[in-house]
Nanobody
Framework: VQLQASGGGLVQAGGSLRLSCAVSGRTLGAYGSGWFRQAPGKEREFVST???????YYTDSVKGRFTISRDNAKNTLFLQMNSLKPEDTAVYYC???????????????????WGQGTLVTVSS
């Protein structure tokens, strides 16, 4: 299983970015997937997840600004990030859940394959 994240970059506060994560070796339509982030000097934290049914969940700090989605035909996960804030600056990681047809989870240990991370920097 391989995950390739892309789309990070430098953006001004209030701007937008769209992250992508191309997945091979595991079908997103059968497995939940998600995005996590790690800011400088902090622990990695949950951002958003979409389960195999397509149900979306978000951490409170990004609700209304970020949207998770996927393209089953391309087996690719996305994170549309709008109204970005300096506190959104982090390395963003995509991940796929360990068990198929499982419930959504914000717990990192429930994900067994991870992308390499893509850096998002939001300037004030």
């Amino acid at each position: 299983v391989q995950l390739q994240a892309s789309g990070g970059g430098l953006v001004q506060a209030g701007g937008s970015l769209r992250l992508s994560c191309a997945v091979s070796g595991r079908t997103l339509g059968a497995y939940g997937s998600g995005w996590f982030r790690q800011a400088p000097g902090k622990e990695r934290e949950f951002v958003s997840t979409i389960n195999w049914r397509g149900n979306e969940y978000y951490t409170d700090s990004v609700k209304g600004r970020f949207t998770i989605s996927r393209d089953n035909a391309k087996n690719t996960l996305f994170l549309q990030m709008n109204s970005l804030k300096p506190e959104d600056t982090a390395v963003y990681y995509c991940a796929v859940q360990r068990e198929y047809y499982s419930a959504s989870s914000p717990i990192q240990e429930d994900y067994d394959y991870w992308g390499q991370g893509t850096l998002v920097t939001v300037s004030s």
